[in-house]
C-alpha cells in the first residue's frame, strides 16, 4: 500500500466488496446466535486487515464525553499507529451506533447493518458521520434466536 493516509476510493469498494464476500459465504452458518454470528464477522474483518498490511483489534472500548464506554467493533491500525478505519457491526439502530461514530474518530468508517428493519433517515445518518454503509441483511430464521445483549 503506497500511502496509508490517501487510501483511494478503490481501497473502500474493494473492503467492502470484501466484507460482502464474507458475508455471502457466512450463510451456510445457519445455526450460530446472532452473537456468534458477529463474533465470526469481527474475526473475519481482522484477518482482511493483515492481507492490507494493518493490523486490528477487536471490541475496542473508547469513552465517549460523558465517561461512557463505546464499543468499536473492529479497527484497523496503520504503521504509524494511526486508525485507519473502523467497523460497526449492528442488526439494529439506535443512538448508540450514532454515537460509536462519532466518539472514535477514523478516516474510514464501515457501519455493517445485518438488519432488514427499514431505517428512516439513513441518507442524514450516513452524511452527518461520514460512514460507508453497508446494508446485508441476514434472514433471522437462519439463526438461533439469541438476544446480541449480554
Same mark, same amino acid.
Given at each position: 500500500?503506497?500511502?496509508?493516509?490517501?487510501?483511494?476510493?478503490?481501497?473502500?469498494?474493494?473492503?467492502?466488496?470484501e466484507i460482502a464476500n464474507i458475508i455471502d459465504n457466512m450463510s451456510k452458518f445457519k445455526y450460530l446466535s446472532m452473537y456468534m454470528y458477529k *463474533?465470526? /464477522? $469481527?474475526?473475519? &474483518?481482522?484477518?482482511l486487515a493483515e492481507s492490507h #498490511?494493518?493490523?486490528? +483489534?477487536?471490541?475496542?472500548?473508547?469513552? *465517549?464525553? /460523558? $465517561?461512557e464506554? &463505546?464499543?468499536?467493533?473492529?479497527?484497523?491500525? #496503520?504503521?504509524?499507529? +494511526?486508525?485507519i478505519s473502523s467497523f460497526i457491526i449492528t442488526d439494529n439502530?439506535?443512538?448508540?451506533?450514532?454515537?460509536s461514530f462519532s466518539v472514535y474518530d477514523a478516516p474510514y468508517k464501515f457501519w455493517i447493518y445485518l438488519g432488514s428493519k427499514e431505517i428512516n433517515?439513513?441518507?442524514?445518518?450516513i452524511k452527518?458521520?461520514?460512514v460507508h454503509f453497508m446494508p446485508m441483511p441476514v434472514i433471522s430464521s437462519d439463526l438461533l434466536y439469541c438476544s446480541s445483549k449480554r
Open positions: 500500500m503506497e500511502n496509508e493516509y490517501s487510501i483511494s476510493e478503490e481501497f473502500i469498494y474493494t473492503t467492502m466488496g *463474533d465470526f /464477522l $469481527k474475526i473475519q &474483518i481482522m484477518s #498490511g494493518f493490523t486490528s +483489534i477487536k471490541n475496542y472500548l473508547v469513552e *465517549d464525553k /460523558l $465517561k464506554s &463505546i464499543n468499536i467493533d473492529v479497527i484497523w491500525i #496503520g504503521k504509524s499507529i +494511526i486508525a439502530y439506535n443512538e448508540e451506533v450514532c454515537q433517515n439513513i441518507k442524514q445518518i452527518t458521520n461520514d
